[in-house]
């Protein structure tokens, strides 16, 4: 059974490999131009079906054109510089709540509130992945813009406060989950490229010990023939040739002394590497 891949490429993400081969903001930039295509698609779908219930205004054209012209705009920025990766993200935040804000405009004008923009503003922080601090001024000036079309509006007292604290409270989730689904992206992006660099230690390190095997085991090979044939030359004279046999016993003795100090190098070797870090006073010398 197969270990299915942590994120496969979608056609509103990029994949797995591709993000870990960017800088972060890079692969932010590239991330939000291809769920711009998303958002587009949902807001011209969106003002579509309010067309076709019979309401007529013109931030509903607004945003069908914005829509369309922002969809081959945000394929083609892929292959800009990453400003202009970002700008194109910011444009679409800014039109996205933009046309919002008008239609809310509109239908104020006629004493009739919307909830459009609120959900607009939910949405778009959902989808776009951008840094706190942006999300913050883009949220905050259209809040600002968004209580002066409501506060100058003829609808009942009441109805005007209710909706400028909705926008209010939604403005203020917005910004956390903005905040947090940014400060999770970039935790996860930092912690794969720890992994991987790890990983990357750890196969210098295995081909490492696979050298030293291989060096070791011709090392060790040379004595150890050649101590096997001591051996087999003191057995065939040690009836007649008693010296000999104690000459062979004598060499096999120092090449067993040999192969015993490599063997304890590549053991203080090994504890050295394993041995963790101490903390080294330096005191005063007198």
């Not at 917005?174 to 689904?181: D, E, K, P, Q, Y």
């Not at 000999?244 to 304890?264: C, E, F, N, Q, W």
Request: some cysteine; hydrophobic content about 50%.
């Amino acid at each position: 059974m197969t270990t299915p891949p942590a994120r496969a490429a979608t056609r509103w993400d990029i994949d797995i490999e591709t993000e870990n081969q960017l800088p972060f903001e890079q692969a932010l930039a590239q991330t939000n131009l291809r769920r711009i295509e998303l958002a587009c698609l949902l807001e011209i779908a969106t003002e579509l079906l309010q067309l076709a219930t019979g309401m007529r205004a013109v931030s509903m054209i607004a945003g069908i054109v914005g829509g369309l012209a922002l969809l081959p705009i945000a394929r083609a920025a892929r292959r800009w510089p990453q400003p202009a990766q970002h700008a194109v993200t910011l444009a679409c935040l800014v039109i996205g709540l933009g046309v919002k804000q008008w239609g809310v405009a509109e239908r104020a004008a006629f004493g009739q509130p919307t909830s459009g923009y609120s959900l607009t503003l939910l949405s778009l922080t959902l989808l776009l992945v951008v840094g706190p601090r942006t999300m913050a001024w883009v949220i905050g000036l259209f809040f600002a813009s968004y209580t002066t079309i409501i506060a100058t509006a003829p609808i009942a007292p009441g109805a005007r406060i209710e909706s400028i604290v909705a926008t209010a409270i939604v403005s203020g989730i917005a910004l956390v989950a903005g905040r947090l689904i940014f400060v999770g992206r970039r935790n996860d992006h930092d912690q794969r490229l720890h992994i991987r660099a790890q990983a990357e230690r750890l196969t210098i390190q295995n081909e490492e010990l696979d050298q030293l095997m291989a060096i070791t085991a011709h090392d060790l090979r040379s004595p150890l023939y050649g101590l096997r044939n001591l051996f087999d030359l003191a057995d065939r004279r040690a009836e007649h040739e008693p010296m000999v046999a104690r000459k062979a016993l004598r060499d096999g003795i120092y090449s067993l002394d040999a192969m015993i100090a490599l063997v304890t190098r590549l053991l203080h070797a090994h504890a050295a590497d394993h041995q963790p870090l101490t903390r080294v006073i330096v005191g005063n010398v007198r």
